[in-house]
């Protein structure tokens, strides 16, 4: 298995209140990505990194920020957290081939 | 726009049949295309992958098909067993035009094998 962990793996937090989620990973992989998985979409690109300090928006990039400041860390910011962002949050990472290989998930309830 | 599209939410088959899980896709540009596999509350795991370049690609007891002129591939899965009970996902990417290696998913199938 990849060695990818992420945390925390549970939080709940209240509208409008900051959240950092995040990716580690032990492969020196130099792809990250985050996704969210909810009922009826499957999962949806949030953000996605291509190097240190390289990264761009995905599908559904609206009220989040990411962050890449290793090759080991991805960090996934909800700036002012809403309700509509209560979803399991997945990092998945790749050296470049087209499988890319996914952490344990976070689930984020936001009241 | 659901570019990727699992159009049966759920599937139930009996323990030693066939499951066969279908997938559609819209962009032309996609030239490679993945089944992940998910059990509940852990993280998709890669399956099985094929290039647009071949029409089957088979890995034990699981075999995509892919028909690029239906814009269609499934998954077989033979014989099915209990432990396969999981949701998939199907997935694309414009591997070899693209430079970011995204992913493109099915909003997933639901597969429950009887015993």
């Known amino acids: 298995d990849a060695g990818i962990t992420q945390s925390p793996r549970h939080k709940v937090t209240e509208t409008g209140t900051p959240v950092t989620l995040r990716c580690h990973q032990t492969?020196?992989?130099?792809?990250m990505y985050w996704y969210r998985q909810d009922p009826g979409h499957g999962l949806r690109l949030i953000h996605y990194?291509?190097?240190?300090?390289?990264?761009d928006k995905g599908e559904v990039s609206d009220g989040y920020s990411v962050s890449r400041s290793k090759t080991e860390d991805f960090l996934l910011t909800l700036e002012s957290a809403t309700s509509s962002q209560t979803s399991v949050y997945f990092c998945?990472?790749?050296?470049?081939?087209?499988?890319?290989?996914f952490g344990p998930g976070t689930r984020l309830t936001v009241t | 726009d659901q570019q990727v599209k699992q159009n049966s939410p759920s599937l139930s088959v009996q323990e030693g049949r066939i499951s066969i899980l279908n997938c559609d896709y819209t962009?032309?540009?996609?030239?490679?295309f993945l089944w992940y596999k998910k059990y509940p509350a852990e993280g998709p795991t890669f399956l099985i992958s094929?290039?647009?370049?071949?029409d089957k690609n088979e890995d034990g007891r699981f075999t995509v098909f892919l028909n690029k002129s239906a814009k269609h591939l499934s998954l077989h899965i033979v014989p099915s067993q209990p432990g396969d009970s999981a949701v998939y996902f199907c997935?694309?990417?414009?591997?070899?035009?693209?430079?970011?290696?995204?992913?493109?998913f099915g909003t997933g199938t639901l597969l429950a094998v009887q015993p």
């Open positions: 998945a990472i790749t050296d470049g081939r087209v499988e890319q290989y």
């Open positions: 492969e020196n992989h130099r792809y």
């Open positions: 990194s291509y190097g240190v300090k390289d990264t």
């Open positions: 962009n032309s540009m996609f030239d490679y």
């Open positions: 094929i290039s647009s370049i071949k």
């Open positions: 997935a694309a990417s414009d591997y070899y035009g693209g430079a970011t290696n995204k992913l493109i």
